[in-house]
Structure formats: structure tokens, C-alpha cells
């Protein structure tokens, strides 16, 4: 197996795993309405019929409601404390 590249700073490198390429198809869908996504890649998962699906999203070209979580998120993990 060869080692992964790193995808490019606020890229992120999705693999989505399951027994139906449907059901893979409605999560990348969902990831695409949120983020801008590179073409999907769809191999087979096992010999059992499952399916992989690859795609790499970016984060710095998030839209609502990702954008909203995303801008949350960075802020309340700056200071390095967790929320109680």
C-alpha cells in the first residue's frame, strides 16, 4: 500500500464505506450541498456487494449550514479549553 498524501490546507479527504451504492451516493450529496467537492470516485468496498466512495471537499468554500458550524467550531477550539 502506498503512503496517502496530505490533502492541501482546508481540503479535507472523505471515504465513505457502505453496503449499498445508494446510500453512498445520498451521503456525498449531502456533502456537496455543504462544501465544494472534487468528482467522486466509487470502487468496490469487499466482495460482498459493498462500495467505497472517495471525495476530497473543501472547506474553505463551505456553504450554510457548514459554514455556520465550521465558523463555530474554529472559534470556540482557539483557546484551547473545553467548554462545560
Known sequence: MQPQETPPDGHADVRIV??????ARRVAEVL?????TT?????PA???GGTRLELTVDTTSA????RSWL???RSSGQDG???K
Open 39 to 43: 468528482e467522486q470516485r466509487s470502487y
Open 18 to 23: 457502505t453496503a449499498s451504492p445508494e446510500v
Open 46 to 48: 469487499d466482495t460482498e
Open 71 to 73: 465558523e463555530t467550531s
Open 63 to 66: 456553504a450554510e449550514p457548514a
Open 32 to 36: 456537496r450541498h455543504c462544501f465544494a
Open 81 to 83: 479549553r473545553r467548554r
